[in-house]
T-cell receptor, first 113, second 109 residues
Framework: IAGITQAPTSQILAAGRRMTLRCTQD?????MYWYRQDLGLGLRLIHY???????GKGEVPDGYSVSRANTDDFPLTLASAVPSQTSVYFC????????????FGPGTRLTVL | GQNIDQPTEMTATEGAIVQINCTYQ??????LFWYQQHAGEAPTFLSY??LDGLEEKGRFSSFLSRSKGYSYLLLKELQMKDSASYLC??????????WGAGTKLIIKP
Protein backbone atom coordinates (compact mmCIF):
# COMPACT_ATOMS: atom_id res chain seq x y z
CA ILE A 1 0.00 0.00 0.00
CA ALA A 2 1.07 3.57 -0.49
CA GLY A 3 -0.32 6.46 1.53
CA ILE A 4 -3.20 6.22 3.96
CA THR A 5 -5.96 3.64 4.01
CA GLN A 6 -9.20 3.73 5.97
CA ALA A 7 -11.73 1.03 6.74
CA PRO A 8 -14.58 0.57 6.35
CA THR A 9 -15.45 2.73 3.32
CA SER A 10 -18.96 3.17 4.66
CA GLN A 11 -21.04 1.86 7.53
CA ILE A 12 -24.59 2.06 8.79
CA LEU A 13 -24.74 1.70 12.54
CA ALA A 14 -27.52 1.49 15.12
CA ALA A 15 -27.45 4.11 17.85
CA GLY A 16 -25.80 2.85 21.01
CA ARG A 17 -23.44 0.48 19.20
CA ARG A 18 -19.67 0.64 19.50
CA MET A 19 -17.67 1.22 16.32
CA THR A 20 -13.98 1.50 15.49
CA LEU A 21 -12.80 3.25 12.35
CA ARG A 22 -9.41 2.09 11.20
CA CYS A 23 -6.61 4.17 9.73
CA THR A 24 -3.20 2.96 8.57
CA GLN A 25 -0.38 4.87 6.91
CA ASP A 26 2.84 3.54 5.40
CA UNK A 27 4.71 6.83 5.03
CA UNK A 28 6.32 6.64 8.50
CA UNK A 29 4.70 9.95 9.37
CA UNK A 30 4.94 10.97 13.00
CA UNK A 31 1.70 12.91 13.26
CA MET A 32 -1.82 11.62 12.59
CA TYR A 33 -5.25 13.24 12.78
CA TRP A 34 -8.95 12.42 12.72
CA TYR A 35 -11.41 14.90 11.22
CA ARG A 36 -15.12 14.87 10.59
CA GLN A 37 -16.67 16.66 7.63
CA ASP A 38 -20.30 17.76 7.68
CA LEU A 39 -22.23 19.58 4.97
CA GLY A 40 -21.79 23.33 5.19
CA LEU A 41 -19.04 23.10 7.79
CA GLY A 42 -15.30 22.99 7.55
CA LEU A 43 -13.34 19.93 8.55
CA ARG A 44 -13.25 19.68 12.34
CA LEU A 45 -10.43 18.05 14.26
CA ILE A 46 -11.54 15.28 16.62
CA HIS A 47 -8.26 13.92 17.98
CA TYR A 48 -4.64 14.00 16.95
CA UNK A 49 -1.36 12.28 17.74
CA UNK A 50 1.97 14.04 17.39
CA UNK A 51 3.94 10.81 17.73
CA UNK A 52 3.40 7.16 18.63
CA UNK A 53 2.31 6.79 22.25
CA UNK A 54 0.77 10.27 22.55
CA UNK A 55 -2.68 11.62 21.72
CA GLY A 56 -4.49 14.92 22.13
CA LYS A 57 -7.99 16.35 21.91
CA GLY A 58 -9.09 18.51 19.02
CA GLU A 59 -12.09 20.77 18.58
CA VAL A 60 -14.83 18.11 18.87
CA PRO A 61 -13.52 15.15 20.93
CA ASP A 62 -16.64 14.24 22.94
CA GLY A 63 -17.93 10.73 22.23
CA TYR A 64 -14.70 9.66 20.53
CA SER A 65 -11.47 8.04 21.68
CA VAL A 66 -8.20 7.20 19.95
CA SER A 67 -5.03 5.24 20.57
CA ARG A 68 -1.58 5.30 18.94
CA ALA A 69 0.21 2.10 19.84
CA ASN A 70 2.58 2.33 16.87
CA THR A 71 3.56 4.73 14.08
CA ASP A 72 1.33 3.28 11.39
CA ASP A 73 -2.10 2.86 13.02
CA PHE A 74 -4.49 5.38 14.52
CA PRO A 75 -7.95 3.90 15.19
CA LEU A 76 -10.93 6.06 16.17
CA THR A 77 -13.57 4.52 18.46
CA LEU A 78 -17.13 5.62 19.03
CA ALA A 79 -18.04 4.00 22.36
CA SER A 80 -21.80 4.44 22.00
CA ALA A 81 -22.80 5.96 18.67
CA VAL A 82 -25.42 8.71 18.45
CA PRO A 83 -27.17 10.09 15.33
CA SER A 84 -25.20 13.38 15.56
CA GLN A 85 -22.07 11.37 14.80
CA THR A 86 -23.37 10.72 11.29
CA SER A 87 -20.62 12.24 9.15
CA VAL A 88 -17.72 11.55 6.81
CA TYR A 89 -14.57 10.80 8.77
CA PHE A 90 -11.13 11.50 7.37
CA CYS A 91 -7.83 10.35 8.75
CA UNK A 92 -4.73 12.35 7.85
CA UNK A 93 -1.03 12.23 8.53
CA UNK A 94 1.97 14.54 8.29
CA UNK A 95 5.70 14.10 8.68
CA UNK A 96 5.68 16.20 11.84
CA UNK A 97 3.13 18.05 13.89
CA UNK A 98 4.31 21.47 12.73
CA UNK A 99 3.57 23.09 9.42
CA UNK A 100 4.12 19.96 7.34
CA UNK A 101 1.44 19.17 4.79
CA UNK A 102 -1.31 16.83 5.92
CA UNK A 103 -2.20 13.96 3.59
CA PHE A 104 -5.67 12.49 3.78
CA GLY A 105 -7.13 9.01 3.57
CA PRO A 106 -10.16 8.26 1.38
CA GLY A 107 -12.65 8.69 4.23
CA THR A 108 -15.32 6.62 5.97
CA ARG A 109 -18.97 7.55 5.52
CA LEU A 110 -20.77 6.70 8.76
CA THR A 111 -24.52 6.78 9.26
CA VAL A 112 -25.93 6.33 12.77
CA LEU A 113 -29.63 5.52 12.91
CA GLY B 1 -13.30 32.93 18.09
CA GLN B 2 -11.54 31.60 15.04
CA ASN B 3 -13.14 32.06 11.66
CA ILE B 4 -12.38 31.25 8.04
CA ASP B 5 -14.68 32.74 5.37
CA GLN B 6 -14.88 31.75 1.72
CA PRO B 7 -17.72 31.89 -0.80
CA THR B 8 -20.01 28.88 -0.81
CA GLU B 9 -20.17 28.44 -4.56
CA MET B 10 -18.71 29.95 -7.74
CA THR B 11 -19.31 29.31 -11.43
CA ALA B 12 -16.80 29.83 -14.22
CA THR B 13 -16.35 28.93 -17.88
CA GLU B 14 -13.89 26.41 -19.27
CA GLY B 15 -10.69 28.15 -20.37
CA ALA B 16 -11.31 31.20 -18.17
CA ILE B 17 -9.67 32.41 -14.94
CA VAL B 18 -11.28 32.31 -11.49
CA GLN B 19 -10.20 33.74 -8.15
CA ILE B 20 -11.40 32.15 -4.92
CA ASN B 21 -11.04 34.38 -1.87
CA CYS B 22 -10.48 33.43 1.75
CA THR B 23 -10.45 35.72 4.78
CA TYR B 24 -9.45 34.57 8.23
CA GLN B 25 -9.36 35.53 11.88
CA UNK B 26 -7.38 33.08 13.98
CA UNK B 27 -5.38 32.89 17.19
CA UNK B 28 -1.95 33.10 15.71
CA UNK B 29 -0.82 32.27 12.22
CA UNK B 30 1.58 29.58 11.06
CA UNK B 31 0.64 29.45 7.43
CA LEU B 32 -2.32 29.05 5.09
CA PHE B 33 -3.13 25.97 3.04
CA TRP B 34 -5.34 25.39 0.02
CA TYR B 35 -6.72 21.94 -0.70
CA GLN B 36 -8.81 20.60 -3.56
CA GLN B 37 -11.60 18.12 -2.88
CA HIS B 38 -13.54 16.36 -5.62
CA ALA B 39 -17.00 15.14 -4.65
CA GLY B 40 -16.82 11.96 -2.62
CA GLU B 41 -13.04 12.04 -2.38
CA ALA B 42 -10.34 13.11 0.06
CA PRO B 43 -8.87 16.61 0.17
CA THR B 44 -5.58 16.88 -1.71
CA PHE B 45 -2.90 19.51 -1.07
CA LEU B 46 -2.54 22.41 -3.50
CA SER B 47 -0.46 25.12 -1.84
CA TYR B 48 1.03 26.56 1.34
CA UNK B 49 1.75 30.22 2.01
CA UNK B 50 3.43 31.58 5.13
CA LEU B 51 4.96 34.78 3.74
CA ASP B 52 3.15 37.60 1.96
CA GLY B 53 3.02 37.42 -1.79
CA LEU B 54 2.17 35.19 -4.70
CA GLU B 55 3.20 31.56 -5.08
CA GLU B 56 2.78 30.15 -8.59
CA LYS B 57 2.50 26.45 -9.34
CA GLY B 58 1.50 25.74 -12.92
CA ARG B 59 -2.09 26.79 -13.59
CA PHE B 60 -2.67 27.45 -9.88
CA SER B 61 -1.38 30.42 -7.87
CA SER B 62 -1.98 31.37 -4.25
CA PHE B 63 -1.64 34.80 -2.69
CA LEU B 64 -1.34 35.82 0.95
CA SER B 65 -1.60 39.13 2.81
CA ARG B 66 -1.08 38.53 6.52
CA SER B 67 -1.84 42.15 7.47
CA LYS B 68 -5.26 41.88 5.81
CA GLY B 69 -5.99 38.29 6.90
CA TYR B 70 -6.62 37.48 3.27
CA SER B 71 -5.67 34.90 0.69
CA TYR B 72 -6.84 33.92 -2.75
CA LEU B 73 -6.41 30.94 -5.02
CA LEU B 74 -6.17 31.77 -8.71
CA LEU B 75 -6.96 29.09 -11.27
CA LYS B 76 -6.05 29.78 -14.90
CA GLU B 77 -7.06 28.03 -18.13
CA LEU B 78 -9.89 26.27 -16.35
CA GLN B 79 -10.57 22.67 -17.28
CA MET B 80 -13.66 20.60 -16.57
CA LYS B 81 -11.63 18.48 -14.14
CA ASP B 82 -11.16 21.60 -11.97
CA SER B 83 -14.80 21.27 -10.90
CA ALA B 84 -14.35 20.57 -7.19
CA SER B 85 -14.49 22.19 -3.77
CA TYR B 86 -11.53 24.31 -2.72
CA LEU B 87 -10.76 24.38 0.99
CA CYS B 88 -8.87 27.17 2.74
CA UNK B 89 -7.21 26.27 6.07
CA UNK B 90 -5.11 28.30 8.48
CA UNK B 91 -2.63 26.82 10.94
CA UNK B 92 -3.10 28.55 14.28
CA UNK B 93 -0.70 29.18 17.16
CA UNK B 94 -1.22 25.59 18.41
CA UNK B 95 -0.28 24.21 14.98
CA UNK B 96 -3.84 23.02 14.44
CA UNK B 97 -5.55 23.59 11.11
CA UNK B 98 -8.72 25.69 11.15
CA TRP B 99 -10.78 24.97 8.02
CA GLY B 100 -13.18 27.00 5.97
CA ALA B 101 -16.37 25.32 4.75
CA GLY B 102 -15.03 25.24 1.20
CA THR B 103 -15.95 26.85 -2.11
CA LYS B 104 -17.70 24.65 -4.64
CA LEU B 105 -16.43 25.58 -8.11
CA ILE B 106 -18.66 24.70 -11.05
CA ILE B 107 -17.05 24.80 -14.50
CA LYS B 108 -19.34 25.21 -17.50
CA PRO B 109 -18.32 24.39 -21.08
Amino acid sequence: IAGITQAPTSQILAAGRRMTLRCTQDMRHNAMYWYRQDLGLGLRLIHYSNTAGTTGKGEVPDGYSVSRANTDDFPLTLASAVPSQTSVYFCASSDSSGTDTQYFGPGTRLTVL
Amino acid sequence: GQNIDQPTEMTATEGAIVQINCTYQTSGFNGLFWYQQHAGEAPTFLSYNVLDGLEEKGRFSSFLSRSKGYSYLLLKELQMKDSASYLCAVMDSNYQLIWGAGTKLIIKP
